[in-house]
């Protein structure tokens, strides 16, 4: 078991995502109750190799679980990719006294963590990431609140697109993966879905999809497209000359990144950053905390980098018949 933590240090790394700040609060809070002390690492990993390293109280994270983005703001790192920057930032953390990190980001931010635990650091990795695409959990902080913004924007884009009796593409960030299109396209009724895990390349089916609904009587046509497939000007493009119907493209971009964040990410990311700091206290070190089947939990930080998730096959095929 690794020795008695006595300081913890927080950071946030990757894409920001609403809900980062409930978590940097419940990991101050909740280590202050236990007598820890806590250090907020600024600009992830950037700004552990900078040593931009300071106090935390818990009136330093008054007032901030209602705002998104995050109070220690948050960067991309490619020293950190590198091994000295990685011996660097674990001296960096020895130096300090940060015997406990909690590092909030997504996949490339808990390799990251994963390199630090290596060099003896004991390391937490909370999930945040708006995209859900970390395998080890059902949950990301941030995909609830990103997922409603998209919802909402959709929905204005559905009326507009209703009263000129258009083709509307909506393009949803996700990276590679389409857990937002998805989840979008059921919430908001669409009627083509495409995202990477699933679609083929096939706009002729689409095509001949917008045609057939018009004909029974369909005044718009929502596509739904994920950020990992792209092309929503080209395709409208092509759409309007293949079916003759006013065709826009819409691509929400970084909207659905800030906002305040929903009463499930508050919750759940408040939840994650408490479990982190008790595994911490208890000796249980470089883990993975996530949500699975209804519960909190946490896994060894190599075994969750090994998992692998997939788009759930039964909600797409339901989405499908839905959309029909
Ligand atoms: P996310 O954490 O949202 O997946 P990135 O993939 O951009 O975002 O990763 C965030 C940061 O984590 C990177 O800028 C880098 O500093 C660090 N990181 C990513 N991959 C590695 C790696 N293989 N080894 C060490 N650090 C990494
Ligand atoms: O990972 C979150 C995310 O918003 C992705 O959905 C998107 O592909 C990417 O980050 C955009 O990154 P940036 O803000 O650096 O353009």
Not at 70 to 93: D, N, P
Not at 193 to 209: A, F, P, S
Not at 238 to 260: D, F, L, V
Request: aromatic residues 4%.
């Amino acid at each position: 078991m690794s020795k008695q933590v006595k300081t913890i240090g927080v950071l946030t790394s990757g894409g920001d995502a609403p809900g980062m700040n409930a978590a940097i609060r419940a990991v101050v809070r909740t280590a202050i109750a236990s007598g820890l002390k806590v250090k907020g690492i600024r600009r992830g990993y950037s700004g552990l190799l900078e040593e931009d390293i300071v106090d935390m109280s818990s009136i330093s994270v008054a007032d901030i679980i209602q705002r998104g983005g995050t109070i220690l703001y948050t960067a991309r790192c490619a020293e950190m990719r590198t091994e000295e920057g990685q011996k660097k930032a674990a001296e960096i953390c020895r130096k300090h006294g940060i015997d406990g990190l909690v590092v909030i980001g997504g996949d490339g931010s808990f390799q990251g963590a994963r390199v630090l635990a290596n060099l003896g650091i004991n390391t937490v990795g909370l999930p945040g990431t708006i995209d859900l695409d970390i395998a080890c959990t059902d949950y990301t902080i941030g995909f609830d609140t990103a997922v409603n913004t998209a919802m909402q924007a959709i929905d204005k884009v559905r009326d507009t697109s209703t009263s000129h009796e258009r083709c509307s593409i909506i393009e949803v960030m996700g990276r590679n993966a389409g857990y937002i299109a998805l989840w979008c396209g059921i919430a908001n009724g669409a009627e083509d879905i495409l995202i990477t895990e699933r679609y083929d390349g096939n706009e002729q089916r689409i095509i001949d999809n917008i045609i057939e609904k018009r004909k029974v009587g369909k005044k718009h046509h929502i596509i739904v497209n994920a950020e990992g497939i792209g092309d929503s000007y080209g395709m409208a493009k092509r759409i309007e000359e293949a079916t003759g119907i006013e065709t826009r493209a819409t691509i929400i971009g970084h909207i659905q990144r800030g906002g305040s964040p929903t009463c499930k990410d508050r919750v759940y990311a408040s939840a994650m950053g408490a479990r982190a700091v008790d595994l911490l206290r208890n000796g249980k070190t470089n883990r993975v905390v996530g949500y699975r089947a209804g519960e909190f939990v946490d896994y060894d930080i190599q075994e969750a980098l090994e998992m692998k998730k997939d788009i759930d096959e039964n909600l797409y095929q339901m989405a499908r018949k839905l959309s029909r």
